[in-house]
């Protein structure tokens, strides 16, 4: 029987148990029955969290690209593997098939062999979400050269960073990028970001805006031409399954990056189990995530994980709000959408806009939801519920990290019973554990502690890339023989997890440990609240008390605020208790925000604080001048 596809509560317990008494065993059989080896593993699994070193598969050959494309040219070549919606709703979308994406993964293999890159070789990929993404991720993994995306809304700065810290050869990128109404000169950012990085050798410009640019000669080269001479076959480069596969830095929400070291068949095999479950994909499914492949959630969940299930996986080059606020529910519509993974801060400012621009579409090809990135507070979880999955499309509210490298808390949808802001059950093979400030793991339900996990699975990060210190000083030392993932939770009655916010950020309130998460929710219960951040500040008696950032609706700008704080705070006590109480509550029109939309509150504290003086790393920051207004208007 294959336990691939869990289907009923009960199956995931079962599934859930063997995976956990015998994690060799269960993973064992899921890479064998599902993949593409070149040669077995020797070994399944070896491991000592205290270097730490974790190795799946050892011995095992694949090449990943294999197992995502050729294989499925047999049954499934004329199936649309990506479907590209371009920004502009008028210009067509483009259906590539398994075959045409064979054909162009090999060209651009053959023309970064060309340009000398071979594997181990670091290539810097810095394109928006058009097909060469993609494809040039691809290029990489199959010649086992190892990509590291940069998102490429990040600046020059943050761009040569990241070049410098990997040592890159080559840099991918195109003449410039559409957002919305706006271009953006991606070339010119790359041209600056190259003057502070000895290291690159050649860069590769895609044609997207047409638009004239600087071609620095001996550098620079555009793409198109090379990829036409090229050949459409390239053989695969056979990689180890410890190989890495791909580099890529975190967020940057909480200082700063770190580049994480992903490996090949571990990866592969998780990301592609999560996959299948997580969505619950069918053969003629048309799935969609919103996310950019510029982080962990587009390799994992728009590249790898739907390309090695042969699935068709829709890569939208626009923002939401471009030409209007309806363009998702639109592009749902016209692909009948039946798989849509967005993250809280998306659907915080679509559920702002109200709802004629969601009931001008048909949304009834939609039968799972997904949320990443941050906690979902519960207004918007039922936002979502209601109106965009109308009851009938459980939420999937997927906890997970860059370094977790696929999803590890979520529920599977008509398998789980969900429950707003509950990330749910631990997926398959993972063993979470909630440990206090003591360093003792808290056993039971209705527990709240730090959480961490206390058994490999076959995704994790390897290391930093060059600071392996660094990643066990991080993960693996603050608790003995677990990885700890920097966020807090708790358990409730059932065992079901809710992620609380990053324990950096709690507040210790008259000996009281606060969660970011739950004050949060509680604030934005509120009807003319947006969204809001709370952070702490010292306070004489209570050591710490709490500061509210708060965005209202547009109506909410015309009320009294002193009333609105009352009212705030009112809620507070009814949901949480009077501990919670803000001190402080400062109206805002933005908060601070990473590029991939979360808030970065360590700013905020400072504000809060009045430690202005040095902000720290903002350079991943996508609104900095919203710094300055809260600045000038803190209380
Ligand atoms: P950095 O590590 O550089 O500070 P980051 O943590 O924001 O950046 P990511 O790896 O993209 O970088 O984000 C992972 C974090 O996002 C998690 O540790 C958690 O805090 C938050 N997160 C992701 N998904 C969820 C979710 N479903 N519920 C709650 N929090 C989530
Ligand atoms: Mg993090």
Request: negative net charge; hydrophobic residues 35%.
């Amino acid at each position: 029987m294959s336990n691939y596809h869990i289907k009923h509560l009960e199956e995931y317990y079962q599934v859930y148990r063997k995976s956990i008494r015998e994690p060799e065993n269960f993973w064992e059989e899921v890479a064998e029955e599902h993949f593409m080896w070149r040669k077995k593993w020797d070994n399944v699994l070896s491991w000592d969290f205290s270097k730490p070193e974790v190795k799946w598969f050892e011995g095992a050959q694949l090449n990943i690209t294999e197992n995502c494309i050729d294989r499925h040219l047999a049954t499934r070549a004329d199936k649309t593997a990506i479907l590209f919606e371009p920004n502009d709703p008028k210009e067509p979308a483009e259906h590539i098939t398994y075959k045409q994406l064979y054909e162009r993964v090999n060209q651009f293999a053959n023309v970064l062999k060309d340009q000398g890159i071979k594997k181990g070789d670091r290539v810097c990929i810095y394109l928006p979400m058009i097909p060469e993404l993609a494809i040039s991720v691809l290029a990489c993994a199959r010649i086992g050269a190892i990509h590291s995306v940069v998102f490429a809304g990040f600046s020059s700065t943050a761009l040569s960073t990241r070049i410098n810290d990997s040592d890159c050869k080559m840099v991918v990128t195109s003449d410039g990028s559409y957002r919305g109404s706006k271009t953006i000169d991606l070339k010119g950012i790359v041209d600056e970001a190259l003057e502070d990085c000895d290291g690159i050798e050649s860069v590769l410009v895609a044609k997207r805006i047409n638009t004239d640019i600087n071609m620095k000669a001996g550098r620079d080269q555009w793409l198109q031409p090379l990829l036409d001479k090229a050949s459409t076959v390239c053989k695969v480069e056979i990689m180890n399954a410890e190989d890495p596969l791909f580099i890529l830095y975190t967020s940057g929400s909480t200082g700063k990056p770190k580049g994480m070291v992903h490996s090949t068949g571990g990866y592969m095999v998780y990301t592609a189990y999560t996959f299948k479950n997580v969505f619950q994909y069918r053969e003629n499914d048309v799935y969609w995530c919103t996310a950019d492949i510029g982080w962990i959630t587009g390799h994992s969940y728009i590249v790898y994980g739907p390309l090695a299930n042969g699935a068709t996986t829709l890569m939208f080059e626009g923002v939401p709000s471009y030409p209007d606020f309806g363009r998702f529910w639109e592009v749902v519509e016209k692909h009948k959408v039946n798989q849509f993974y967005t993250a809280p801060t998306a659907i915080r400012a679509l559920a702002k806009q109200g709802m004629e621009l969601v009931d001008k579409y048909d949304l009834s090809s939609l039968k799972v939801l997904g949320s990443v990135g941050e906690p979902i507070n519960e207004e918007a979880w039922h936002w979502y519920n209601d109106n965009i999955g109308k009851k009938n499309s459980p939420i999937v509210d997927t906890w997970w990290q860059t370094e977790t490298g696929g999803i590890m808390i979520s529920p599977i949808p008509f398998v789980t019973p969900t429950k707003p802001t509950y990330a749910t059950l631990p997926f398959i093979g993972i063993q979470p554990a909630l440990m206090d400030e003591d360093g003792k793991e808290l056993k039971g339900n209705q527990v709240d502690g730090r959480l961490c996990i206390k058994f490999p699975w076959p995704s994790m990060a390897r290391t930093i890339w060059g600071n392996h210190q660094r990643y066990k000083d991080t993960y693996f030392s603050a608790y003995e023989n677990k990885y700890f993932t920097g966020d807090g939770a708790l358990r409730d009655e059932v065992g079901y997890y809710r992620i609380t916010g990053r324990v950096d950020d709690v507040i210790i309130v008259s000996g009281h440990n606060l969660g970011t998460a739950p004050i949060e929710d509680a604030i934005n219960e509120h009807p003319a609240v947006a969204e809001s951040a709370i952070v702490g500040f010292p306070h004489d008696i209570k050591g710490n008390a709490l500061y509210g950032y708060v965005i209202l609706k547009d109506f909410g700008e015309t009320r009294d605020q002193n009333n609105l704080r009352k009212e705030i705070n009112q809620i507070i006590t009814e949901h949480i208790g009077p501990i919670a109480k803000l001190d402080k509550i400062q109206f805002t029109s933005g908060l601070p925000k990473t590029r991939s939309g979360k808030i970065m509150r360590r700013i905020l504290r400072k504000i809060a604080c009045k430690d202005t003086s040095n902000l720290g790393d903002t350079s991943t920051l996508l609104n900095p001048e919203v710094v300055q207004d809260i600045m000038d208007n803190a209380l």
